[in-house]
């Protein structure tokens, strides 16, 4: 063989590599993968574990944001998730967990007949304020770790706030909701959407 045939032979495998190679470029292209962003099986029941990680959870706004807005009807509706192990009428006999009456604002572990556990126990100087309930209530491990109440918490603010503000009612003294806390630019933040909502609107062809 002399060399113009060898040439031809590389040429021929080199143009073989370079098909494949462009084959699987643009096949990565046509058929780019796209990760769902929640697994497409959702347990029920299961609640989401404490978020630490994730941007999410630190978008969460303070408690005070949720609470202010409350919808206590959906929070009765909630309070089914508890109602295993609480009640929340008043002189409600303890069950798995203490009686609820009068709870927001009361000593944390202070109900009277109640073995607390000791990581409870721990927090027995402070109340059960706004935002103590908000913690416990998103992750009563990350608040109390040791704690006896199996339950994992409740993820989304919206249904945290919405318990915690029935609570409040169950009470011989409900205690006025915190007022939402101002926002830093809530005009610039709210308009914009609006704003571009109009643009396209207008911009849209009349039909
Ligand atoms: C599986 C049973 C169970 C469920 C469900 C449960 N809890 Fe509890 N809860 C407990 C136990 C047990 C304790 C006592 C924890 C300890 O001593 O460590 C407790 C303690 C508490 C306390 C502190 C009471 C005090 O006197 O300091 C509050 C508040 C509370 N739970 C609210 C709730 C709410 C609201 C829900 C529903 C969203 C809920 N719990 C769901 C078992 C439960």
Known sequence: ?????????????????????????????????????KPGYVVAGVEEGPAEAGPAADAEKPAAFYLASADVAKGEAQFKKCAACHNAAAGGANGTGPNLHGIVGASIAAKAGF????????????????????AWLKSPKAFAAGN??????????????????WLNTQSASPLPLP????????AAEEAAPAEAEAAAAEAAPAE
């Open 115 to 134: 073995g607390y556990s000791d990581a409870l126990k721990g927090k027995a100087g402070e109340k059960w304020d706004w935002d103590n309930l908000w």
């Open 148 to 165: 006896k109440m199996s339950f994992a918490g409740i993820s989304k603010p919206e249904d945290r706030a919405a318990v915690i503000a």
């Open 1 to 37: 063989m002399d060399s113009f045939e060898w040439n031809k032979i590389f040429g021929g495998v080199l143009a073989g590599l370079l098909a494949v190679l462009g084959v699987s470029i643009i096949s990565d292209l046509m058929f780019a993968r796209h990760l769902p962003e």
């Open 179 to 186: 007022a939402a806390p101002a926002e830093e630019a809530p």
